[in-house]
T-cell receptor, first 110, second 112 residues
Framework: DVKVTQSSRYLVKRTGEKVFLECVQDMDHENMFWYRQDPGLGLRLIYFSYDVKMKEKGDIPEGYSVSREKKERFSLILESASTNQTSMYLC?????????FGSGTRLTVV | GESVGLHLPTLSVQEGDNSIINCAYSNSASDYFIWYKQESGKGPQFIIDIRSNMDKRQGQRVTVLLNKTVKHLSLQIAATQPGDSAVYFCAEKGGSQGNLIFGKGTKLSVKP
């Protein structure tokens, strides 16, 4: 089974901090995604990557950047955390069709 | 199932009854659809999928129905159990780069 592992389940950061969210998948998938999930808004795509060192903006990239130096690892970076970035962050990897999600990181920015 | 504003549609059913969760999708060119289940504190998990050349697909206790004419997808859960309580998302493969587009979800609550 594909496993997608997010390094932290819960994080509390201060406004203005640089925050790194890490995601690792173990099935050699080329595609990886970062979403944020907010009540009533569903899953919104932040960034995705179809290959190493490749990245594409999703629907809400503002305030975020990503890094994909290795195939198995996709990092989401909050350059200067703000309170409106308090959310559940979900990483996913995929083959041609289905996505497999990590358990999520609940980030609170205070 | 699509939500408006901050309120998630909720379906409340009695244990043992059948549940039907609905979803309207947006892109008539979408050719692949998936249902995900998300339990509290966990990431979404794959339940069942269906391609656009099919109208119906059955799994274990779950059935997905696809009506392409009205762009409607439904998930039927037979003999609903307390462990089925979760938020259910539909997703369509039809984004600009073939990404999945997710619905906002429906919360299923099962009463014992």
């Amino acid at each position: 089974d594909v496993k997608v592992t997010q390094s932290s389940r819960y994080l509390v950061k201060r406004t203005g901090e640089k925050v790194f969210l890490e995601c690792v998948q173990d099935m050699d998938h080329e595609n990886m995604f970062w979403y944020r999930q907010d009540p009533g808004l569903g899953l919104r795509l932040i960034y995705f990557s179809y290959d190493v060192k490749m990245k594409e903006k999703g629907d809400i990239p503002e305030g975020y950047s990503v890094s994909r130096e290795k195939k198995e690892r996709f990092s989401l970076i909050l350059e200067s955390a703000s309170t409106n970035q308090t959310s559940m962050y979900l990483c996913a990897s995929s083959d041609r069709f289905g996505y497999t999600f990590g358990s999520g990181t609940r980030l609170t920015v205070v | 199932g699509e939500s408006v504003g901050l309120h998630l549609p909720t379906l409340s059913v009695q244990e043992g009854d059948n549940s039907i969760i609905n979803c309207a999708y947006s892109n008539s060119a979408s050719d692949y659809f998936i249902w995900y289940k998300q339990e509290s504190g966990k990431g979404p998990q794959f339940i069942i999928d269906i391609r656009s050349n099919m109208d119906k697909r059955q799994g274990q206790r779950v059935t997905v129905l696809l009506n392409k004419t009205v762009k409607h997808l439904s998930l039927q859960i037979a003999a609903t159990q307390p462990g089925d309580s979760a938020v259910y998302f539909c997703a369509e493969k039809g984004g600009s780069q073939g990404n999945l587009i997710f619905g906002k979800g429906t919360k299923l609550s099962v009463k014992p």
